[in-house]
């Protein structure tokens, strides 16, 4: 997996809200995002891409109700 870079997270905040984070900022948030994406990885390395609950529309249900 390649890490979200600086410039990524620079060209996401322009297409997503118009404004542009101080380059800084944008390794800041690269860093922190890429941080966030390997524990997710190592956690859920032994979890099935497949695997979802057997209802996922009511499971995402709930989860937005709460």
């Given amino acids: ?4 870079s600086k410039e990524h997270i620079l060209q996401a ?3 997503i809200t118009g404004a542009k984070p101080t ?3 944008a390794e800041e948030l690269a860093g922190t995002l890429n941080v966030l994406i390997a524990a997710l990885d190592k956690v859920a390395s032994d979890v099935a891409f ?3 609950p057997a209802n996922m529309k009511t ?3 709930q989860l937005a109700a709460d």
Avoid: K, N, V
């Fill in 1 to 4: 997996m390649s890490g979200i």
């Fill in 13 to 15: 905040a322009r297409e």
């Fill in 23 to 25: 380059p800084e900022r």
């Fill in 50 to 52: 497949e695997t979802e």
């Fill in 59 to 61: 499971a995402l249900d």
